[in-house]
Every structure is written in C-alpha cells, then in structure tokens.
C-alpha cells in the first residue's frame, strides 16, 4: 500500500524533474514589445540570431535555444515564454516577412519547420491566437 507521505514525494519529485526541464526564466521580464517597437534594438536581436554580430546574455541564450524549441514544439517553453515567441513571430510574419525568411533559411534549410509549423503560421496570418 502507497502511503500519502510516498505520494506527495513522488509528485514533488516530479515537479522538481519538470522545472528544471524547462528553459530558464532569468531572461523573462525583458521588454519584448520595446524591442520590437525599436528598429536599432530589433536590428542588434536580429544580428545576434544571425551570427552576424555581438549577442546580450538574453540574445545568446534566445540564439543557443531557437533549434530545439523548433524541434520539441517549445517544449520546454513556459506560459510566458510562448506568448513572447507568439509575439515575436507575429511581428515578422506581420511586419518584417523578409527577416522572417532569413530565418527560415538559417534555421529550417530543409524546409522541415515550414510544413510542421504551417498552420500556426496560417493563424498568425489571420490574426487568430496560437495554440501549442
């Protein structure tokens, strides 16, 4: 017989397990909506992601992450994380569609991404909220 003590260590265990599975939360309070809004901002994000030039600690770990959360649906996303992905893919599909295609080049040369993903792209492009 399993005793409730066994239970709530089990669970706790398993939070511990699912934390730390996740991607880090240290970055999580920075201004999303400023960077996009600021083009010398946007454009120093953008160039970090790229390789094309120096990366905050944010822009570093955004860049180190970018191919798994591809991989694993944003698996290891939070809440707040995804609406900041939501949000930053809204925008380039919405407002910089060529900066959206360099990434796809640099991150999906396969085109693998593209046909996983085409429907939240679809979403985005009706305006309609993503669901992961």
Known sequence: MVSKLSIVL????????????????KYDNIDV????????????????????????PDGAELKKNIPEALQTDCAKCSEKQKAGVEKVLRHLINEKPEDYKVLEEQFDPEGVYRKKYEHLKKKVEEGKPIEY
């Open 33 to 56: 909506d400023e960077i996009l809004g600021n083009q010398r901002l946007y454009q120093k994000y953008f160039d970090c992601i790229q390789g094309k030039g120096k990366c905050t």
């Open 10 to 25: 089990l669970i706790g265990a398993l939070a511990d397990v699912w934390a730390s599975e996740l991607y880090t939360d």
